[in-house]
């Protein structure tokens, strides 16, 4: 899978991460090259393999319905770069 | 008016409802989903996004999501699997919503509604799980964005119509159909206030004959009045564009509940790229046949089912039963009070005099100041003859400010009929004996005084004599 620079600022663009024109060669380069490696898996037959099949034949872990609150609003805005009366807050968003 | 503006011009409609699981805690976390708490407090590391944590599933929202299936007529897929939804937004702390994408939970089914050409079945596509988003506050500030992630990881049901509706009518009914049946089996408590139920709608125009026209989505309707008045919008502004010559541009738009308009959020060009894939954190969800048969077994009486019920064992119109089972609390109520009643009377006083109290006071039937009990009692006072329909009313009101029962109150006001035959003859014979000539006139053939009589009688029993032995008792007198 080749990826060129038109999908490289679509990808960036739904990341909200602007790309500058002079880091887009590189940047095309470096994730190229990380397809590639990946593209090995492709050598792999899975046409008869569904997809999220696992080996172990293991079911999904379900748990029950009961609340356990673990942390404050204090705790979780911890780390927030900006919080006000609890909220977090970010550059004003408009739809 | 719709229909005067829509003539000529077909309208297709279809419609994605999120239901909030009424589950304790989050679909992938033990959060608590109570609504309206301090911002920020439920939120769980899973829920905040933090590296390493892994997702569980909520054994408790599998079943309501089954259920709910069930109750659409919906087929069960014994084997389901969750996706990644990705995109960027600063209420998804994950940067993607888990969902379900190619293999949903529930698959094809079906409810039925009443419209004015009567039944009619509209397609359900589907019913998958999903988280909830954060909740993005834009008003607080100028320049910033308050973000409250309480809502973060919520599990809620999305069902997809087929596009099976032609009008907004048809539309609301949908919804309330659906949000009934929910409400019934208690899967989700269906308050489009708090943002429990919401509803997003697909409006298209075409001319009768033609392929179906471009649509556009108004997204998160979270009452009937808002998806009757967003829909209406739409319409007419997609025929009006047709019609001036342009076209309709396939968008995302939002309903402005102030102006009663629609406007566009995202065009085609930029809707979302969810680069969907299988979500590695969590297995297929698989289903086993004894399990869901279990489920089955354990759904309630539906809206379709006491319906026909109603009419069947107390021969209630189809128009009345559908009132009484549009809201679960409302069956019930009026279950508990036609037992061993008159059930005409019983639907008079619950759908009439009862609902228009209630509507004044801006209450729902679960906080209404009479209970059901309570109510049995006067209509059992009506029944057997003791205080007449015009007094009822009276007390039912009064029972309403002072809480009092309906005995009480008859015997306060001394409202009581008179129900005995032997008095209310004295009574008539009184209003013979007094009036000869009009007696006379009235044997001559002037038919009209007999309501004289009957006025006559009446004021005498200061409003208290029961009119229908009146009216009998004068009839036989003067036949005489």
Redesign the interface.
């Known amino acids: 899978m080749e990826f060129d620079k038109k999908s490289l600022l ?1 990808l960036g663009k ?3 991460i602007s790309i500058s024109d002079d880091k887009l060669n590189n940047l095309s380069k470096d994730l190229n090259s990380i397809l590639e490696f990946v593209d090995q898996l492709k050598e792999i037959k899975t046409d008869q393999v ?5 080996s172990l034949n ?16 204090e705790d ?2 911890e780390n927030a770069p ?1 919080k ?12 | 008016m719709v229909a005067q503006m829509i003539e000529g011009w077909n309208l297709v409609i279809g419609i994605e409802i999120h239901a909030q699981v009424n589950s304790k805690s989050k679909l992938f976390s033990s959060s608590p989903t109570d609504f309206g708490s301090k911002p920020n407090s439920q939120v769980s590391l899973i829920d905040a996004a933090m590296p390493g944590m892994l997702p569980v599933i909520n054994k408790f929202c599998i079943e309501q999501a089954v259920k709910s299936g069930i109750g659409l007529n919906a087929k069960i897929n014994k084997k389901s699997i969750f996706d990644r939804k990705n995109y960027f937004y600063q209420d998804l702390p994950q940067g993607y919503q888990i969902s379900q994408y190619k293999d949903p939970i529930v698959g094809e089914g079906f409810v039925e509604i009443e419209t004015e050409n009567g039944q009619k079945k509209i397609g359900v596509e589907r019913l998958h799980l999903e988280q909830d988003a954060g909740k993005s506050l834009h008003d607080q500030d100028p320049n910033f964005t308050f973000v409250d992630l309480n809502r973060s990881g919520i599990a809620l049901m999305e069902i997809v119509s087929k596009p099976d509706m032609n009008s907004p009518e048809e539309a609301v009914e949908y919804v309330r159909k659906v949000r009934s049946i929910l409400r019934y089996l208690g899967t989700c408590d269906g308050n489009m206030e708090q943002g429990s139920l919401r509803a997003d709608v697909n409006v298209s125009v075409n001319k009768p004959g033609n392929e179906l026209g471009t649509r556009c989505e108004i997204k998160n309707l979270n009452s009937f009045k808002f998806i009757h008045a967003a829909i209406v919008y739409e319409a007419k502004r997609q025929i009006r564009l047709i019609e001036q010559g342009d076209s309709v541009n396939q968008e995302t738009r939002l309903f402005n509940t102030q102006s009663g308009e629609t406007r566009s959020m995202r065009s085609k060009e930029d809707a979302h790229d969810y680069r969907y894939f299988p979500d590695p954190d969590l297995l297929p969800l698989t289903l086993d046949d004894d399990w869901i048969k279990g489920l089955q077994d354990s759904i309630p009486e539906l809206p379709d089912q006491i319906k026909e019920r109603l009419i069947n064992e107390y021969s209630l119109s189809s128009y009345d039963a559908n009132i009484i089972v549009s809201d679960k609390a409302t069956s019930e109520y009026f279950e508990d009070v036609v037992k061993n009643r008159n059930p005409k009377l019983v639907t008079t006083w619950v759908t009439g005099e009862l609902f228009s109290i209630l509507n004044k006071k801006n209450l729902i039937i679960e906080d209404s100041p009479i209970t059901s009990k309570q109510l049995g009692e006067l209509v059992d006072n009506i029944e057997n003859g003791k205080i007449s329909n015009r007094q009822a009313k009276e007390v039912l009101e009064e029972m309403c400010e002072s809480g009092k029962g309906a005995l009480e109150i008859i015997d306060e006001k001394g409202l009581s009929q008179i129900s005995n035959e032997n008095e209310i003859e004295s009574l008539v014979d009184n209003v013979l004996n007094s009036n000869p000539e009009n007696v006379k006139k009235y044997k001559n053939g002037k038919d009209k005084l007999f309501g004289f009589f009957v006025g006559e009688a009446m004021k005498l029993s200061k409003g208290k004599a029961n009119p229908k032995i009146v009216n009998d008792l004068i009839k036989k007198k003067l036949s005489q």
């Open positions: 679509k739904l990341a909200r569904d997809p999220t099949s696992n293991q079911k999904l872990e379900v748990r029950d319905d009961k609340v356990d609150t673990k942390n404050s609003a979780i805005l900006e006000e009366m609890d909220f977090f807050v970010v550059p004003k968003v408009i739809e």
